[in-house]
């Protein structure tokens, strides 16, 4: 897989947006785990960071942006512009994560 440039930006300097080549996307959906909501409640009541969660969404946040990396390569892409994220609760403990963007091929200028 070629590199891909990723940015939440409409355009990206020094370069011209070629051709379009559509909107992708990569999610994952992820739950939480009883060990780490243990210790995420001592952490809840003495304040601070549940760096158990951090290290989750963090995780899920990378997966997602891996899969809409794929798709954009699939497409013959070479950059993703106006990235965003959104999030959703399925149901309690889990949650999905979604990266999208507009797949693109960019020219240097």
Do not use: W
Not at 2 to 20: A, C, D, Q, S, W
Not at 75 to 84: E, F, K, M, W
């Amino acid at each position: 897989m070629k590199r891909i440039l990723v940015v939440n930006t409409p355009m990206v300097t020094g370069h011209e947006i070629r051709r379009t080549l559509g909107i992708v996307r990569g999610n994952t959906i992820r739950a939480r785990h009883v060990g780490r909501d243990i210790v995420a409640l001592f952490r809840n009541l003495v304040g601070g960071e549940i760096q158990e969660y951090t290290k989750l969404i963090a995780e899920a946040r990378e997966q997602a942006i891996d899969r809409m990396v794929e798709e954009a390569d699939s497409l013959g892409a070479n950059a993703i512009v106006n990235c965003r994220f959104t999030t959703s609760v399925l149901m309690g403990g889990a949650a999905e994560l979604l990266a999208y963007g507009t797949a693109v091929e960019l020219e240097t200028v």
